[in-house]
């Protein structure tokens, strides 16, 4: 099933992160990828190769173009998506988090054991994303292999890159008995099951990865938890989970192992280079430190967050320090499947966190200095960010990397300043589903409009 890209030359004018404090501009460049999906060559206009390049592209109808109003971005790399929960997005968020849990996600994702209602659910949400210039996608499923394998298929189907977690959840405790792994050695036997048979199907392909997924801390039991990182660290995959979503969420860490989450995750050989822990709000400086050391990742959810997360992810202070933050949607905790909304939200929240909300304290304690954060630092989360907690050579317009790219209009460009940093930050706020012109993933089209 192997895919075969074609050669490509694009030609526009393009927005690339190379860190989190520069965004690099690029007028009318030519970006050539070759049959495996990479970008091979980025030629400028006062190059010498440019006219040549150009004429025989159009002659070997490999030209892609764009329009004076329209930008190359690289594709948006989600970090943290709940593929089952998407009937559910935007419904019940003002519920407190294991409410919310109890009462309407786990009876949906129970659902997902109906293998009909689990394609047409995946169809809709991986065309959903691609539209909106989400080229790759951390997911969790649910506990069903199967299901996992139909998501998996999908992503496929559609052409979007994609890392799928078949999710453990064993804590008769914490768990509903209409949806749990019936044991924990059920739950280890399926996780190495999903890894094989993902390996298997998908060789040829570059698109669909496992990874390794307990659910959270309070879901899984202590065998599960170590069970877990062996496994991880047998077949080297990616790990992902949730850590210190929420005061409930952290609070409970403590009170089981009189510890925190990172501290558990730890432990169990759960937090490493390889893993990307998603929320991390009520994170405490220490485990900041043990991110830092481990060089694991976390998926900064801002929308989500917003509703469950009890307090705002300092991001520019993870930046700082150099831990590998990246961003996500969090589908359906956050209600939105729109990488450009939770960015707006990044920006939004760490404004309010810089200054504070409570208008009854003076200005000077009511928020934390040096908290916000600029439309560069979001758009490097959602590109950079998300390739580095990933491994992926991805999130940038550079030789070398995956042609994951999304063409955007800017509808304002008749009527405003056309300046690079103008129409940048304006991309990042007005950007929606509608004016994303073309979605490519490794060189292949995947979405058009
Ligand atoms: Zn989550």
């Not at 173009?65 to 690289?74: A, G």
């Not at 209409?178 to 048979?197: H, M, V, W």
């Not at 043990?290 to 705002?312: L, Q, R």
Request: glycine share 6%.
């Amino acid at each position: 099933m192997g895919l075969i890209y074609s050669k490509k030359i694009i030609k526009g004018s393009f927005f690339t992160s190379r860190t989190d404090k520069e965004v690099y501009f690029v007028k009318d460049a030519l970006i050539e990828t070759d049959d495996n999906g990479e970008i091979t060559k980025i030629i400028n206009p006062a190059d010498q190769d440019y006219q040549r390049t150009l004429e025989d592209a159009k002659e070997n109808k490999q030209l892609v173009e764009t329009r004076d109003d329209e930008y190359v971005l690289p594709g948006f790399i989600d970090l943290h998506v709940h593929a089952p929960q998407w009937p559910q997005a935007g419904l019940a968020l003002d519920q407190p988090l294991n409410e919310w849990l109890e009462q309407y996600t786990f009876p949906l994702e129970a659902k997902y054991q109906d293998l009909e209602f689990a394609r047409k659910s995946y169809r809709h949400l991986t065309r959903n994303l691609v539209k909106n210039g989400t080229t790759t996608a951390l997911y969790f499923g649910t506990i069903h292999e199967d299901a996992n394998l139909i998501l998996a298929e999908e992503c496929q189907h559609v052409g979007q890159r994609a890392f799928i977690g078949q999710v453990v959840m064993d804590n008769p405790e914490q768990t509903p008995k209409y949806y749990r792994d019936s044991s924990t050695k059920e739950a280890l036997n399926k996780t190495i099951d999903f890894i094989k048979q993902i390996r298997t199907l998908y060789q040829d392909s570059d698109l669909i990865q496992p990874v390794v997924t307990p659910r959270f801390v309070p879901n899984c039991t202590d065998e599960a938890l170590e069970g877990l990182g062996q496994i991880a660290k047998k077949f080297d995959v990616l790990v992902q989970s949730h850590c210190s979503e929420s005061d409930w969420e952290h609070g409970y860490a403590i009170e089981r192992f009189g510890k925190t989450d990172t501290e558990v995750l730890k432990q169990y050989g759960l937090l490493n280079e390889k893993s990307v822990m998603a929320h991390g709000t009520l994170l405490t400086e220490a485990n900041m430190d043990t991110f830092k050391d481990e060089k694991a990742a976390i998926a900064h959810c801002p929308i989500s967050n917003a509703y469950f997360g009890n307090a705002v992810l300092p991001t520019r202070k993870l930046l700082e320090r150099k831990i590998k933050v990246g961003i996500g949607t969090d589908i359906s905790g956050g209600f939105s499947s729109s990488m450009y909304r939770n960015i707006q939200q990044a920006l939004i929240s760490s404004r309010m966190l810089e200054d504070g909300v409570d208008a009854q304290k003076p200005a000077a304690e009511r928020g934390v200095a040096g908290a916000r954060i600029s439309a560069k630092q979001a758009f490097y989360m959602a590109t950079i960010g998300g390739a580095e907690a990933l491994h992926i050579r991805a999130g940038q317009i550079k030789v070398g990397f995956k042609a994951d790219l999304q063409i955007v209009r800017d509808e304002l460009s008749a009527i405003s300043s056309n300046a690079s940093q103008d129409v940048f930050e304006r991309l990042m706020y007005q950007t929606n589903a509608d004016n994303i012109s073309k979605v490519f993933v490794s060189g292949k089209l995947v979405d058009h409009k």
